[in-house]
Structures are given as C-alpha cells and as structure tokens.
C-alpha cells in the first residue's frame, strides 16, 4: 500500500506526521530514548518484523532524528542514539502517553508513571504556555497563520480560517470561533 507524503503540506502537524507513517516510529523512538537501543532488542521489545525495524530506522536516520553508532568492530554492530531532534521528541511523546493514559489505560490504571527528577514527584505531563506557564487547550488558545503558511493540500480550508482570523483582533477572533456553533 502506497502512502500520501504530507512533506508538501504547509502544515507543522502534517510535516511532523509525514515522519510518523505508523504507530512503530513512535514506539521505536519511546524504546531508544528510554534505553533501548541496539537493533535486536528493538525488534524483540517492539516485536516488529527485522525488515519493518531496519525500514523505520533508516528514515528516522535519514531524517536526523536517530544517529547510529558502533559498539562493536567484530561482527560490526551499532545502536541507535537520538540526536538533539530525537530528544526534542519526548514531551510530544509525553503528551500522548497522558493522553492515552487519561483515555485508553483502563481498569488497572496507566502502565507507566513519569517521574520529575528536579522535583522528585510523579507528574502528568501538561502542554503549557512558555510565558505564563498555564496548561493550553483548544477553549483557551487561538490558531493564527504563521509566515510559512499557505493555502494547498491540507489546508484548503484551514489556510483561509486562519488568515480570517489574522484580519481582526485576535481575542475577538477567538471569542467567535468559541461561540460559533459547532
């Protein structure tokens, strides 16, 4: 089966995604930041078919988000190490385990906790504002276009909606879009 890219999109959310063809790429990144990161103890964690594995880390080598490195010379043997790109992954990854957690855990709670080392709890990972640091949701935040924004593929619709929104007051903007009937 053939997939659409979505690299063309004027999308960051489609860009991002473009990366993420299947569920594997995301729990191959959660195993390798979390430790796991040497080829058969990928494919035995994930249990993911060699071929499917070797795939998933050519393009996320190929994409700068995993470097690969030699541990050993004789047989040639290499591990997977996130590069800064990888590592800026984990919160995105957070917040889809919260999300997860909250929606999917079921009866016997959540199968894994995160623990904040500064603070020494266990925390709920948040998306939150860098100025103020109150959590974002979509009733209290505002999508306006940015520069790299057009209209196209994926966001025929979209495009336009934002840049509506950019003519008038942005608070204004958001006040409507809340109380447009959905």
């Known amino acids: 089966m053939t997939r659409t890219s979505l690299s063309d999109v004027a999308c960051s959310i489609a860009r991002a995604t473009d990366l993420f063809a299947d569920a594997w790429t995301a729990l191959i990144m959660r195993d390798v930041l979390l430790g796991i990161r040497r080829f058969d103890e ?4 994930l249990g993911l078919s060699r071929k499917v ?3 998933r880390l050519a393009r996320l080598v190929e994409e ?3 470097t690969r490195e030699r541990y ?6 290499e ?3 996130a ?3 990888g590592r800026e992954l984990y919160p995105v990854l957070l917040a889809l385990m919260a999300w997860g957690d909250k929606w999917y855990a079921g009866p016997a709670g959540p199968p894994a906790r995160i623990h904040h080392d500064a603070c020494g709890h266990v925390t709920t990972p948040v998306v939150a504002c860098d100025t103020c640091r109150e959590p974002l949701t979509v009733a209290d935040t505002t999508q306006l276009p940015g520069p790299g924004g057009q209209v196209g593929p994926g966001t025929r619709l979209l495009g336009p909606l934002l840049a509506a929104r950019h003519e008038g007051d ?8 809340r109380a447009a009937p959905s």
């Open 42 to 45: 990928l494919a035995e964690d």
């Open 53 to 55: 594995l070797a795939a």
């Open 64 to 66: 700068d988000v995993l």
């Open 72 to 77: 050993q010379d004789s047989p040639p043997r």
């Open 79 to 81: 591990e997977y190490m």
């Open 83 to 85: 590069t800064e790109k």
């Open 170 to 177: 942005p608070a204004t903007a958001a006040r409507s879009a």
